[in-house]
């Protein structure tokens, strides 16, 4: 049985002329003249971009290795260094070009150039090189966003070390958990960080998640001094400005296969136990380098910002790796989009004069609430005209909020891509091309050039346009995830199940493509689809049509289980004004409720509508709907909620409006 669509969007955004005209992807048939290369020649397709865009160190003569399906091997007899192709290779002809300007929580602003780079990574190698850190050994970097982080992660490619970057926020215990797993012999951490004014330790963390037990393979603890505030200290710390000193700041690459695991990277847990998702140094890169070209259409004179933390696989791919890799100039933010209020973002924005922006729908709807309060942090306040091209990723944009982006941020001028991925998938899989796809509010378009992606019923069989499914990958793809660490069982039943018939990636996600453009709407996690009456509805599409009404700013839904209906639909809602109470709760909740009535009927009325200050999110900004399902059927939360930002909001969405 499919998923119902019941929203309709018909907004459509043609490509400027203008900005179409130098874009690396001019036009609809240059985009399908790409794809069109790809199918008729797949593997000579992506051979020929690894070739175009890649430093070979030993260039590869196989493309790709089925032989022991779904474990892929992509250009596996080549071999390069990643970080080589990220800086050295810049030396010769942008050395002193901007590589990095990082702006500090508290304003301060610092400028890196590629040379300035290059040595601080190579330094910093060598430092990692006495410790007798070897090719293969896992290293968990524990940072806050900065500079450091993207040297720490650079000089592990270097040396071919394998990091597993663990965001700053995490908690202890989700270190030791990843320490164990990955068998990590080192951590790189920082005494403290900053964040929104305040100070926070880190190391702090590293040490009771080690206290916990289980984290004997680590032998060296490396420590850079951020803050200056007291932490415990044994023979296994070191701090970094003690570990560089006296090094050498050039630092011979150690070249890999083209197959050696790059990073882990332990995906955020919306949906349970955190998944070590292992991926490869040259088939990740290339990916990572081919979309900054022809999603973000990336040019020498562009001021980048991608405002992601390196701690998710965005700050993997389009921090650390895409953009050096490409020799772009980016911004790298220390802080908080609300410190010390909410038009920090549109004016660091004004102050580095970005041209592409790059950032995260939880982001973009928190703003436009802050916005509606208080004017003197709304985009208008700001010039933004250095913008040409904004981007969005991690969760559905809901078309009112991408409505807003694009005229209170981009001011009608600037295309928005949506960018559809995962951890998994290394970088875009379905999304705008700039200069060539026209844009609908609310959808991620078509598919990258080459990405084989399409949407199927719970047999695997191909649906008709118009149907929602699931959304399947069917071809092995370069920058796809190779396995999960220590887990190749669970990697297999995880993303190729047998139901489907072993051979389609199965995403996680329901989408729908649109009868005449085959546009892909993403429709919500396909644990996430509610069963209504026997109908089968997405969570995004009920949500958008409540942040469709002018007085709400986010919202989540989920079903409860319902002795009739099946389930009943619960719907979260924070709005743009104050939480509301007593009467006024009442008169909003009857007028939400005709409000979805009216948008896509009454099938998707919400049985029930609690209110709350915010809603609950990972880290990294995701609508934790798991836990609002315990919450909608009156349960205790009991399940771990480590990486949960906001614990105190579960309180007052405990409460029903009576
Ligand atoms: P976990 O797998 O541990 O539950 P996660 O899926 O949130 O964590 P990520 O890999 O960062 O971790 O996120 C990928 C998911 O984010 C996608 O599967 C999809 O649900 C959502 N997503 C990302 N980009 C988009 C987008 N442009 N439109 C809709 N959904 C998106
Ligand atoms: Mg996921």
Not at 210 to 224: E, K, L, Q, W, Y
């Amino acid at each position: 049985m499919s998923i119902e669509s019941v929203l309709h969007e018909h907004r459509v955004f043609a490509p400027d002329k203008a900005f179409a005209s130098q874009a690396a992807v001019a036009s609809m048939q240059e985009y399908q003249r790409l794809c069109q290369a790809a199918a008729e020649d797949y593997e000579g397709f992506w051979a020929n971009l690894a070739r175009e865009l890649l430093i070979w160190h030993k260039p590869f003569t196989k493309t790709l290795n089925q032989d022991n399906a779904p474990f892929f091997k992509w250009f596996e007899d080549g071999e390069l260094n990643v970080s080589a192709n990220c800086l050295d290779k810049h030396l010769a002809t942008i050395p002193n070009k901007t590589a990095i300007i990082f702006e500090a929580d508290n304003g301060d602003i610092k400028n890196v150039t590629y040379k300035d780079l290059y040595h601080q990574v190579c330094q910093f190698a060598n430092g990692l090189k006495s410790l007798q850190l070897v090719k293969g050994d896992r290293v968990i970097i524990y940072l806050p966003m900065g500079i450091e982080a993207i040297v720490a992660m650079q000089a592990c490619a270097r040396l071919g070390l394998i990091h597993s970057v663990v965001f700053g926020g995490f908690s202890a215990k989700s270190l030791n958990e990843r320490i164990i797993d990955a068998g990590a012999v080192a951590v790189i951490t920082s005494d403290g960080q900053y964040r929104g004014g305040k100070t926070l330790p880190l190391k702090q963390a590293v040490d009771e998640g080690i206290a916990m037990g289980g984290c004997d393979s680590v032998r060296h603890m490396v420590v850079f001094k951020k803050t200056g505030q007291a932490v415990a200290w044994d023979d296994q710390c070191i701090w970094w400005h003690d570990l560089i000193a006296g090094k050498d700041d050039t630092c011979e690459p150690v070249m890999v296969d083209a197959e050696h695991p790059l990073f882990l990277l332990y995906t955020s847990g919306s949906t349970g136990k955190p998944k070590g998702v292992q991926h490869s140094s040259a088939g990740y890169l290339l990916h990572a380098m081919n979309t900054m070209r022809w999603t973000f259409d990336i040019k020498p004179e562009d001021i980048y910002w991608c405002t992601a933390d390196v701690g998710w696989i965005t700050g993997h791919s389009y921090v650390t790796y895409g953009p050096l890799a490409m020799g772009a100039t980016q911004v790298v933010f220390e802080g908080i989009p609300t410190f010390p209020n909410a038009g920090r973002f549109w004016e660091m924005i004004q102050r580095h004069q970005v041209s592409v922006f790059y950032t995260a729908p939880t982001a973009i709807r928190s703003l436009i609430k802050a916005g509606e309060t208080d004017f003197t942090t709304h985009p208008n306040h700001f010039d933004l005209g250095s913008l040409r091209l904004l981007g969005t990723v991690g969760e559905p944009i809901n078309p009112e909020a991408w409505m807003w982006y694009y005229e209170q941020v981009g001011g009608n001028r600037c295309p928005i891509v949506d960018t559809f991925w995962q951890t998994e998938t290394g970088g875009h899989v379905i999304t705008p091309l700039p200069g060539a796809t026209p844009l609908v509010p609310g959808s991620c378009t078509l598919p990258f050039p080459g990405i084989d992606i399409d949407v199927v019923d719970e047999a695997g069989n191909d649906l008709a346009w118009g149907n929602g499914g699931l959304l399947v990958i069917k071809k092995p793809w370069p920058s796809m995830i190779r396995t999960i660490y220590n887990d190749p069982e669970r990697y297999k039943s995880s993303y190729f199940p047998a139901e489907l018939g072993g051979q389609l990636y199965l995403a996680g996600d329901g989408a729908i493509r649109d009868t005449e453009t085959g546009n892909f709407t993403i429709m919500g996690r396909i644990d996430d689809v509610l069963n209504v009456s026997g109908h089968r509805l997405g969570t995004m599409e009920i949500e958008s049509a409540l942040v469709a009404n002018h007085l709400v700013a986010e919202s989540a839904v989920v079903g409860k289980p319902h002795p009739i209906k099946g389930e009943s639909v619960v719907a979260y809602v924070v709005l743009k004004g104050k939480r509301p109470e007593g009467e006024e709760a009442k008169k909003i909740v009857a007028e939400l409720r005709d409000w979805v009535g009216k948008e896509i009927g009454p099938i998707a009325k919400p049985d029930e509508i609690r209110f709350g200050d915010n809603l609950p999110k990972t880290r990294s900004g995701k609508i934790m709907r798991r836990l609002l399902r315990s919450l909608a059927k009156g349960e205790e939360i009991t399940s771990d909620i480590s990486t949960l930002d906001n614990p105190a909001i579960l309180d007052q969405l405990k409460q029903p409006v009576n």
